[in-house]
C-alpha cells in the first residue's frame, strides 16, 4: 500500500498515468477486498487524484469502489461513479448497479434479505442508466403483432394448444415453444380470473 501511495505521488502529473501504476492499483484492489479500511484508503487515494478516470476503466477498481461507497451508505455516489466509469464489463457493471439499490432497499426497510420477488421489484423501480445499457434494457414484452396474432389464436383456435400448434406458432412468430406455451398458460389464468 505504501508502494502504490509513493508511485501515486511520483506519477500525481503524468497524463496519462504510467501502466504499471494501474496495474498495481488493480492488483491492490483485488489483494484488499476483505480489508475494509485499508480498501477505504486506497479508494480515497484513487478518487481523490486527477488520474480517476484512468483507474474507473478496471473492473477490479470499479468493484471496490462501489464496495465501499455502498459500504459507507453513499448509495447515490456509487451509482454516479457507475454511470461514469469507463469498464467494457457492462453486465457487471449492471450487476453492481442492481446489488447498489439492493443494498439501499434493505437498509431503508432494516431487512437483511431480499425476496426474488423484492429484486424484481427493486429492479424495475431503478432500471440502469443508457450508459450500462447502450443498447437499451431487454424487453419481455412481445410486439403488438405477435401478441395479436397470439389473441386471435386463443380466440378462434384454442386458448390450450397441442404440442404442435404451440411449436407451429413458434416457428411462424419467431419465438421458442417455451415462450408461447408460457403465454397461453398466463392467458388461461388471466380469463379465468
Known amino acids: 500500500m505504501k508502494w502504490f501511495m509513493a508511485m501515486l505521488n511520483r506519477n500525481k502529473t503524468k497524463d496519462p498515468?504510467?501502466?504499471?501504476?494501474?496495474?498495481?492499483?488493480?492488483?491492490?484492489?483485488?489483494d484488499l477486498q476483505n480489508s475494509s479500511p485499508s480498501l477505504e484508503k486506497l479508494v480515497g487515494a484513487m478518487m481523490g487524484c486527477k488520474h480517476k478516470m484512468y483507474f474507473l476503466t478496471n473492473i477490479h477498481v470499479v468493484r471496490a469502489c462501489v464496495f465501499v461507497h455502498t459500504h459507507n451508505g453513499q448509495y447515490d455516489t456509487a451509482c454516479r461513479l457507475l454511470e461514469c466509469c469507463?469498464?467494457?464489463?457492462?453486465?457487471?457493471?449492471?450487476?453492481?448497479?442492481?446489488?447498489?439499490?439492493?443494498?439501499?432497499?434493505?437498509?431503508?426497510?432494516?431487512?437483511?434479505?431480499?425476496?426474488?420477488l423484492q429484486k424484481f421489484r427493486c429492479?424495475?423501480?431503478?432500471?440502469?442508466?443508457?450508459?450500462?445499457?447502450?443498447?437499451?434494457?431487454?424487453?419481455?414484452?412481445y410486439s403488438d403483432e405477435v401478441r395479436q396474432q397470439l389473441h386471435s389464436f386463443a380466440a378462434e383456435v384454442t386458448a390450450n394448444p397441442n404440442k404442435e400448434q404451440r411449436e407451429g406458432l413458434a416457428r411462424n412468430l419467431n419465438l421458442q415453444p417455451t415462450q408461447v406455451y408460457n403465454w397461453f398458460a398466463n392467458y388461461r389464468r388471466r380469463h379465468k380470473s
Not at 86 to 114: C, G, N, P, S
Not at 125 to 133: E, G, V
Request: glycine share 2%; proline share 11%; with cysteine.
Open 123 to 141: 429492479r424495475k423501480r431503478n432500471p440502469p442508466p443508457n450508459s450500462l445499457c447502450p443498447e437499451g434494457l431487454k424487453s419481455r414484452n
Open 86 to 116: 469507463e469498464a467494457k464489463e457492462k453486465e457487471e457493471l449492471v450487476q453492481l448497479w442492481h446489488e447498489i439499490h439492493y443494498q439501499r432497499f434493505m437498509e431503508e426497510h432494516h431487512t437483511d434479505f431480499l425476496t426474488p
Open 17 to 30: 498515468p504510467p501502466t504499471k501504476l494501474l496495474e498495481f492499483a488493480e492488483q491492490l484492489c483485488q
